[in-house]
């Protein structure tokens, strides 16, 4: 850890993704001394460069032990950037193959995985900024784009387009955010009348003639 600077930089920026994004973590020194997200995380970083060295059996046994003694299991092929918050922790999988870019927020029971037993390329990419509610399940090489939000419970089969909102079993986008990142917000609340809001003013943009798939194009022909 000490002569690696990248893992000195995530240590950091991690710690500080934890104080500014959860209520609970009161000063710098909880995540270090109490919360499991943040030392599943750095755990990880540690088998990350160890994979990368080519001593994967060590870092498999680390993984191994990051599962036992955490509940989360994250592959240490898979890439994460910095400034990720880890919120809880419990029951989180992520998939060999994955790519969490930076200031990302992942809420507890978030699987990020694939879709069967194919080979290669085959776990989620996740944009810089995202948001992905409790138990969120993401599965296949798709992508999440940057400052998206997945509702918490949501299945993900396809491609969610930038900082947009997806929600259900299958996810469809109902709306856009607001925040350029929601995972620094951390507003992932929305209950089901304001997602019958966004719903019905979806509807009465359609009969308008309003473009539904863009939050900046009102005057496109629809199909």
């Given amino acids: 850890m000490m ?29 270090l001394l109490y919360l499991k997200g943040y030392h599943s995380l750095q755990s990880y970083r540690i088998a990350h460069v160890l994979w990368n060295q080519g001593r994967k059996v060590l870092a498999l046994a680390l993984q191994s032990r990051i599962s036992e003694v955490f509940a989360v299991d994250i592959h240490p092929a898979a890439k994460i950037g910095e400034g990720i918050l880890l919120d809880h922790g419990t029951g989180l999988v992520i998939g060999e193959t994955a790519v969490i870019g930076n200031w990302v927020s992942l809420m507890q029971g978030v699987t990020l995985g694939g879709t069967g037993k194919e080979h290669g390329d085959r776990h989620p990419k996740i944009g810089q900024g995202a948001l992905l509610g409790a138990g969120a399940t993401i599965l296949g090489n798709i992508s999440v ?10 299945l993900v089969l396809k491609d969610v387009p930038p900082h947009s909102m997806a929600v259900g079993n299958p996810a469809k986008v109902v709306g856009y955010t607001e925040k350029e990142d929601p995972s620094l917000s951390m507003k992932h609340d929305a209950r089901r009348d304001y997602f019958e809001h966004v719903a019905g003013s979806f509807a009465d943009d359609r009969s308008n ?10 005057e496109v022909k629809l199909g």
């Avoid at 995530?10 to 710098?28: E, M, N, T, V």
Wanted: charged fraction near 25%; charge should be positive; proline fraction near 2%.
């Fill in 209 to 218: 003639g309003k473009c539904l798939l863009c939050r900046k194009c009102y």
């Fill in 3 to 31: 002569n690696n600077v990248d893992i000195r930089r995530s240590i950091r920026l991690d710690a500080q993704a934890f104080k500014g994004r959860d209520p609970s973590c009161a000063q710098y020194s909880w995540a």
């Fill in 145 to 154: 784009g940057e400052g998206a939000m997945i509702a918490a419970g949501s």
